[in-house]
């Protein structure tokens, strides 16, 4: 019995000695823990006050300038080139004579459509009277008046390939290659000549989808050309692509007069100087101020105790690295940048302004 009851008040003494070891423990922790709560009670963040800023839109693309015009004029009939009336560099008149084809062959199809059409018309003459007396069917008549429809579509044919042996400039340019020589037997389709028109330019840039808002059809636009750094010449966007091409660039097409003398040429490397008015002040913070990235228009602020706010905000245009807010915040408001990975809402913050 007595083993029983020592052995009792053995396990008593044992559970309380580890009761007592615990809560000293606890009592040690809960005052370390005070302790770290007083030494680190605020998350360090780098922070912004909210200010409005004059947006500057303006930007430079560059691109290379085409002809406003340039094609490879080609054989339109079979023949071989009797006479050669231009060369390279000539400047050229819209619809003037510049080779010319041998026409045999388009005169012989002339004449064979032409007594084609005689035959036919007779023939028709000839049914029509027969049919009037019975001696022929109203078939037979319409077969003989379709004759005579064909006959007269082989003459138009016969004089398109006569016209086509004269070679001409379909507008004004300057024979930038000759391709054809004389004497050559031409068959359709054959490249005769390469001509270029350098009285207007296209100057073919690209535009982010930032910066193409900004644009319109008409829009003025200064231009610069490394070749002639102390010219600046004007043109105006004849084009905006309505689709983003492979680098998510719109393509942009400006137009513009080149002088009498032609200094620009085709191929050279050009600058669009994309200018724009003043625009009203907005609101611009860092890209790294939002939550999750811009799309989730969530970012904190920091109220007058210095706690962590969460505020759901309206972003616009993204500029670079800056984000433009319509709306959600203030002017004047503190905006956390950095650091929002430790930050919850009413988390007690201590700002780091840059």
């Given at each position: 019995m007595k083993r029983v009851i020592i052995s009792v008040l053995v396990i008593a003494v044992v559970a309380a000695s580890i009761a007592w070891v615990l809560t000293n423990n606890k009592k040690k922790n809960e005052e370390k823990t005070a302790i770290a709560a007083q030494t680190n009670s605020a998350v360090v963040v780098k922070a912004i006050k909210a200010a409005?800023?004059?947006?500057?839109?303006?930007?430079?693309?560059?691109?290379?300038?085409?002809?406003?015009?340039?094609?490879?004029?080609?054989?339109?009939?079979?023949?071989?080139?009797?006479?050669?009336?231009?060369?390279?560099?000539?400047?050229?008149?819209?619809?003037?004579?510049?080779?010319?084809?041998?026409?045999?062959?388009?005169?012989?199809?002339?004449?064979?459509?032409?007594?084609?059409?005689?035959k036919a018309k007779a023939d028709q003459a000839r049914y029509q009277s027969a049919y009037a007396t019975g001696g022929v069917t109203k078939a037979q008549v319409d077969d003989m008046n379709f004759n005579v429809k064909s006959a007269e579509v082989r003459i138009q044919q016969a004089t398109r390939k006569q016209s086509d042996a004269n070679i001409r400039a379909p507008f004004s340019g300057v024979i930038n290659k000759k391709i054809v020589e004389l004497g050559t037997y031409a068959a359709?389709?054959?490249?005769?000549?390469?001509?270029?028109?350098?009285?207007?330019?296209?100057?073919?840039?690209?535009?982010?989808?930032?910066?193409?808002?900004?644009?319109?059809?008409?829009?003025?636009?200064?231009?610069?050309?490394?070749?002639?750094?102390?010219?600046?010449?004007?043109?105006?966007?004849?084009?905006?692509?309505?689709?983003?091409?492979?680098?998510?660039?719109?393509?942009?097409?400006?137009?513009?007069?080149?002088?009498?003398?032609?200094?620009?040429?085709?191929?050279?490397?050009?600058?669009?100087v994309f200018a724009f008015p003043n625009q009203a002040q907005m609101i611009l913070i860092p890209r790294t101020a939002f939550v999750g990235?811009?799309?989730?228009?969530?970012?904190?602020?920091?109220?007058?105790?210095?706690?962590?706010?969460?505020?759901?905000?309206v972003a616009g245009r993204i500029l670079g690295e800056q984000v433009e807010i319509i709306s959600g915040l203030e002017e004047g408001e503190s905006v956390v940048t950095t650091g929002q990975i430790n930050v919850v809402e009413g988390v007690q913050l201590d700002p780091q302004y840059n």
């Amino acid at each position: 019995m007595k083993r029983v009851i020592i052995s009792v008040l053995v396990i008593a003494v044992v559970a309380a000695s580890i009761a007592w070891v615990l809560t000293n423990n606890k009592k040690k922790n809960e005052e370390k823990t005070a302790i770290a709560a007083q030494t680190n009670s605020a998350v360090v963040v780098k922070a912004i006050k909210a200010a409005k800023q004059e947006l500057n839109v303006d930007f430079v693309s560059n691109g290379n300038f085409q002809a406003f015009q340039d094609i490879t004029l080609k054989a339109e009939s079979a023949g071989r080139i009797t006479k050669i009336l231009v060369k390279e560099g000539d400047r050229v008149s819209k619809g003037q004579l510049l080779a010319m084809v041998d026409a045999d062959y388009a005169n012989l199809d002339y004449l064979a459509a032409k007594e084609a059409l005689v035959k036919a018309k007779a023939d028709q003459a000839r049914y029509q009277s027969a049919y009037a007396t019975g001696g022929v069917t109203k078939a037979q008549v319409d077969d003989m008046n379709f004759n005579v429809k064909s006959a007269e579509v082989r003459i138009q044919q016969a004089t398109r390939k006569q016209s086509d042996a004269n070679i001409r400039a379909p507008f004004s340019g300057v024979i930038n290659k000759k391709i054809v020589e004389l004497g050559t037997y031409a068959a359709p389709g054959t490249d005769l000549f390469e001509i270029v028109d350098i009285s207007k330019l296209k100057l073919a840039v690209t535009a982010s989808e930032a910066q193409v808002v900004q644009l319109k059809i008409g829009s003025v636009v200064k231009i610069t050309s490394t070749v002639f750094p102390d010219k600046v010449f004007s043109g105006q966007v004849t084009f905006i692509a309505p689709k983003a091409d492979a680098a998510l660039n719109y393509p942009i097409e400006i137009t513009l007069a080149n002088s009498g003398s032609n200094d620009l040429k085709a191929g050279m490397y050009g600058s669009a100087v994309f200018a724009f008015p003043n625009q009203a002040q907005m609101i611009l913070i860092p890209r790294t101020a939002f939550v999750g990235g811009v799309n989730s228009n969530l970012i904190y602020v920091i109220d007058a105790k210095n706690k962590a706010v969460e505020r759901k905000v309206v972003a616009g245009r993204i500029l670079g690295e800056q984000v433009e807010i319509i709306s959600g915040l203030e002017e004047g408001e503190s905006v956390v940048t950095t650091g929002q990975i430790n930050v919850v809402e009413g988390v007690q913050l201590d700002p780091q302004y840059n």
